[in-house]
């Protein structure tokens, strides 16, 4: 059982930088597509960004050319780097693994989830 577990999340000020991580353990990332969702207080969970097994990668559009995606099979992890925050990026950031190689933009497409982080940017 593949076990995610999110790290870095924290408080900013507007126009900071995070980097959050996602340690994978109980089985190996390198064959998966892997991403960041979050979701913000009322409302549902957004995708952020993804990264497939090729190293491809996806952003939403808010989040583009700010945020980063990034994979380290040999550490089995994946990072977020945030820059340029704003108050709106503010909501708790789950990692996630997909059941298959590519990149997926759904939930319903990622079957291993971590248990979320708080990022919080003030303005």
């Known amino acids: 059982q593949v076990q995610l577990v999110e790290s870095g999340g924290g408080l900013v000020q507007a126009g900071g930088s995070l980097r959050l991580s996602c340690a994978a353990s109980g089985g190996t990332i390198v064959s998966y597509g892997m991403a960041w969702f979050r979701q913000a207080p009322g409302k549902e969970r957004e995708f952020v960004a993804a990264?497939?097994?090729?190293?491809?990668?996806r952003y939403s559009d808010t989040v583009q050319g700010r945020f980063t995606i990034s994979r380290d099979n040999a550490k089995n992890t994946v990072d977020l780097l945030m820059n340029s925050l704003k108050p709106e990026d503010t909501a708790v950031y789950y990692c996630?693994?997909?059941?298959?190689?590519?990149?997926?933009?759904?939930?319903?497409?990622?079957?291993?989830w971590g248990q979320g982080t708080q990022v919080t940017v003030s303005s």
């Open positions: 996630a693994q997909k059941y298959a190689s590519g990149i997926g933009f759904e939930e319903v497409q990622y079957n291993y």
């Open positions: 990264v497939s097994r090729i190293g491809v990668k």
